[in-house]
């Protein structure tokens, strides 16, 4: 059942009055109170109906929000609480509330490998802890792609930090071409995660351009309390990210548009789950189907298209057909 902001407002007013046994609360008296509490709160000066405050009373008595409220009319006109410790804030939650918590509880315990954050691995087991001593076992019932060996785990939290706070860091990266590690000033703008791999997006001191670093490149990090941080004024990076698959790309580049044949037994696959947003099917054969996509030329993308293998044509623009064809010769070579 949806209850509204107005409603929790107008269920605790009701509740503080009839906490207060010093005084003797009519219908009218209700409802004033409840009209002062929502002018107060929220500026409305329009009142409540006496409709309206009946069936909230009516609703506090049932069992449907979980209050069971011991609402009582004495003499006929005033209304109380026949039980003077009784408050709505302190009623247990029912079944409902607690099925729909222990699925929340596992969802956090996805991402808790992720260590997004030093102390939810204790919050998330004082919180499953509370849960479930009373309850019988609740079996999980979904279950995210996580790679808890992954490498730059450790990163994420200090560099989201470092994001939303808008602090310089030291970076000791080692990419994969690189002989040895080398430091960098970075101002770090955005985490990004790109098939369950961690990237940060920043720009390094005295470089205009754009960097993608990926954290488990990442040596070593620390905050720069003395630097200024240099903050990113290029367009938005929904807009930055949105002709491209994966994470690799300059601020030059721009996107083309890719021509895909895919047979018609695996078609299906790309077409209920397109490669990238901007998917139009061209063509529909009897033996293939014909696509296209508008994204930039990346590793990415090529890594996406050989994974569909001899399924997969590239038909324009022609540099990458010829790419993609030279690579999966050198794959055939390989076990020749």
Same mark, same amino acid.
């Given at each position: 059942?949806?209850?509204?902001?107005?409603?929790?407002?107008?269920?605790? #007013?009701?509740?503080?009055?009839?906490?207060?046994?010093?005084?003797?609360? /009519?219908?009218?008296?209700?409802?004033?109170?409840?009209?002062?509490?929502?002018?107060?709160?929220? @500026?409305?000066?329009?009142?409540?109906?006496?409709?309206?405050?009946?069936?909230?009373?009516?609703?506090?008595?049932?069992?449907?929000?979980?209050?069971? #409220?011991?609402?009582?009319?004495?003499?006929?006109?005033?209304?109380?609480?026949?039980?003077?410790?009784?408050?709505? /804030?302190?009623?247990?939650?029912?079944?409902?509330?607690?099925?729909?918590?222990?699925?929340?509880?596992?969802?956090?315990?996805?991402?808790?490998?992720?260590?997004?954050?030093?102390?939810?691995?204790?919050?998330?087991?004082?919180?499953?802890?509370?849960?479930?001593?009373?309850?019988?076992?609740?079996?999980?019932?979904?279950?995210?792609?996580?790679?808890?060996?992954?490498?730059?785990?450790?990163?994420?939290?200090?560099?989201?930090?470092?994001?939303?706070?808008?602090?310089?860091?030291?970076?000791? !990266?080692?990419?994969?071409?690189?002989?040895?590690?080398?430091?960098?000033?970075?101002?770090?703008?955005?985490?990004?995660? !790109?098939?369950?791999?961690?990237?940060?997006?920043?720009? /390094?001191?005295?470089?205009?351009?754009?960097?993608?670093?990926?954290?488990?490149?990442?040596?070593?990090?620390?905050?720069?309390?003395?630097?200024?941080?240099?903050?990113?004024?290029?367009?938005?990076?929904?807009? !930055?990210? @949105?002709?491209?698959? @994966?994470?690799?790309?300059?601020?030059?580049?721009? #996107?083309?548009?890719?021509?895909?044949?895919?047979?018609?037994?695996?078609?299906?696959?790309?077409?209920?789950?397109?490669?990238?947003?901007?998917?139009?099917?061209?063509?529909? @054969?009897?033996?293939?189907?014909?696509?296209?996509?508008?994204?930039?030329?990346?590793?990415?993308?090529?890594?996406?298209?050989?994974?569909?293998?001899?399924?997969?044509?590239?038909?324009?623009?022609?540099?990458?057909?010829?790419?993609?064809?030279?690579?999966?010769?050198?794959?055939?070579?390989? !076990?020749?």
């Amino acid at each position: 059942m949806s209850i509204n902001k107005l409603a929790l407002i107008r269920y605790k #007013a009701i509740d503080e009055c009839l906490r207060n046994r010093y005084r003797k609360w /009519t219908l009218e008296d209700l409802i004033e109170k409840v009209a002062d509490v929502l002018y107060d709160v929220e @500026g409305i000066g329009s009142g409540v109906s006496r409709r309206t405050i009946q069936a909230d009373i009516q609703l506090m008595r049932s069992d449907k929000l979980g209050y069971n #409220a011991p609402i009582v009319v004495k003499d006929r006109k005033y209304y109380a609480y026949s039980d003077p410790a009784y408050s709505i /804030t302190n009623a247990p939650i029912n079944d409902g509330d607690v099925d729909k918590m222990k699925e929340i509880v596992a969802v956090l315990k996805q991402f808790n490998g992720f260590s997004y954050f030093d102390d939810m691995s204790e919050m998330i087991a004082r919180l499953e802890n509370n849960l479930y001593k009373s309850t019988a076992e609740h079996r999980n019932c979904i279950q995210f792609e996580n790679n808890h060996q992954l490498l730059g785990l450790v990163h994420i939290n200090p560099l989201y930090q470092a994001t939303l706070h808008k602090k310089a860091l030291l970076i000791e !990266y080692k990419s994969f071409k690189a002989s040895k590690a080398q430091e960098h000033i970075c101002y770090p703008y955005l985490l990004k995660e !790109y098939r369950n791999r961690w990237f940060i997006i920043t720009r /390094t001191k005295h470089s205009p351009q754009l960097t993608t670093m990926a954290l488990d490149r990442i040596v070593s990090l620390q905050e720069l309390p003395k630097e200024r941080f240099v903050p990113y004024e290029g367009i938005p990076f929904e807009e !930055y990210f @949105g002709n491209l698959i @994966g994470v690799t790309k300059s601020e030059k580049d721009v #996107a083309h548009k890719i021509i895909l044949e895919i047979d018609n037994k695996h078609a299906p696959y790309v077409l209920t789950k397109p490669l990238h947003h901007s998917q139009e099917v061209l063509k529909e @054969g009897d033996n293939s189907t014909i696509i296209s996509i508008q994204v930039v030329l990346n590793f990415e993308l090529e890594r996406e298209i050989m994974g569909f293998g001899e399924h997969m044509k590239v038909l324009s623009p022609k540099s990458l057909a010829t790419r993609i064809g030279r690579r999966l010769a050198q794959a055939v070579k390989a !076990y020749e």
